[in-house]
T-cell receptor
Framework: DQQVKQNSPSLSVQEGRISILNCDYT??????FLWYKKYPAEGPTFLIS?????DKNEDGRFTVFLNKSAKHLSLHIVPSQPGDSAVYFC?????????FGKGTSLLVTP | DADVTQTPRNRITKTGKRIMLECSQT?????MYWYRQDPGLGLRLIYY???????NKGEISDGYSVSRQAQAKFSLSLESAIPNQTALYFC???????????????FGDGTRLSIL
């Protein structure tokens, strides 16, 4: 069973606008969540994380929001840039390793 | 130089062959992992190791084995490769550190493995 779900396979956003990527999870025991960015022919690169004791974490243009009651998190990218075009994976820590969603492919158009 | 290095980057082989994928890291991390990624799917955990004497099965360990030769080296073997093991394989590391399990994992650039 997929415990981390990214229901949007793709997203297209204009440069300068906000990108919002969503992620849902089913396991209430997850206590640490991460977003990774992946370019073709490269490994996933850590982007930003959030502990379950927080509801928001911000790092420059990237903000992650966590809604524990809804078991939902989102990544906001503001403003979006063409270089942000990549596949974004949501992941949750199960205590020993990461559970990944299937990814959302973001395309930022000029 | 990459912090997490995987070799080879690409490999094509035949059914029934023994394959070894290697991973080395210069990050000084104690924890290492092997994942596979299939098209349209997220990464799934094959094996993980929290130190040199610790080896644990992940979600999809059948058909695979691992060896932690040193803190910096973690290899993945397919004893008798089959076509449905064709995938992209990633090695990752993390530091146990003060946050324990709540530390990000750092990935290599992957090995693309094709089994004919």
């Amino acid at each position: 069973d997929q415990q981390v779900k990214q229901n949007s396979p793709s997203l297209s956003v204009q440069e300068g606008r906000i990108s919002i990527l969503n992620c849902d999870y089913t396991n209430s025991m997850f206590d640490y969540f991460l977003w990774y960015k992946k370019y073709p022919a490269e490994g996933p690169t850590f982007l930003i994380s959030i502990s379950s004791i927080k509801d928001k974490n911000e790092d420059g243009r990237f903000t992650v929001f966590l809604n524990k009651s809804a078991k939902h998190l989102s990544l906001h990218i503001v403003p979006s840039q063409p270089g942000d075009s990549a596949v974004y994976f949501c992941a949750a820590n199960s205590g020993y390793a990461l559970n990944f969603g299937k990814g959302t492919s973001l395309l930022v158009t000029p | 130089d990459a912090d997490v290095t995987q070799t080879p980057r690409n490999r094509i082989t035949k059914t029934g062959k023994r394959i070894m994928l290697e991973c080395s890291q210069t990050k000084g991390h104690d924890r290492m992992y092997w994942y596979r990624q299939d098209p349209g799917l997220g990464l799934r955990l094959i094996y993980y190791s929290f130190d040199v004497k610790d080896i644990n099965k992940g979600e999809i360990s059948d058909g695979y084995s691992v060896s932690r030769q040193a803190q910096a080296k973690f290899s993945l073997s397919l004893e008798s490769a089959i076509p449905n093991q064709t995938a992209l394989y990633f090695c990752a590391t993390s530091d146990s550190g003060q946050g324990g399990s709540n530390q990000p994992q750092h990935f290599g650039d992957g090995t693309r493995l094709s089994i004919l």
